[in-house]
């Protein structure tokens, strides 16, 4: 079974950045189309964004012009920029397999303060 591994959360100001990355075993990725999502307690976890193994990217509307995914498939290792961070951004964010996902990883949790 193949385990990911996300980092790069922590604590930042309203309007802030961070960069998120998830790694996965020696060709996980391969062809797969890969994903970002991120969970509140309570809700639902929801899609922040995806890339295609032909680059191309899908953003949630509340991600559009404030977030990037990009992809190293050499490295097994997915990211995400996150800018002009708000609070509402706050959650756990997690990568996964979007079309055919493994056993979801622990996440890495991103706090904004207002």
């Known amino acids: 079974q193949v385990q990911v591994v996300e980092s790069g959360g922590g604590l930042v100001q309203a309007g802030g950045s961070l960069r998120l990355s998830c790694a996965a075993s020696?060709?996980?990725?391969?062809?797969?189309?890969m994903g970002w999502y991120r969970q509140v307690p309570g809700y639902q976890r929801e899609l922040v964004a995806t890339i295609a193994n032909d680059g191309y990217r899908m953003y949630a509307d509340f991600a559009k012009g404030r977030f990037t995914i990009s992809i190293d498939r050499a490295k097994n290792t997915v990211f995400l920029q996150l800018n002009t961070l708000k609070p509402e951004d706050t959650a756990v964010y997690y990568c996964?397999?979007?079309?055919?996902?493994?056993?979801w990883g622990q996440g890495t949790q991103v706090t904004v303060s207002s």
């Open positions: 996964n397999s979007r079309w055919s996902p493994w056993s």
């Open positions: 020696t060709g996980a990725f391969g062809i797969r189309t």
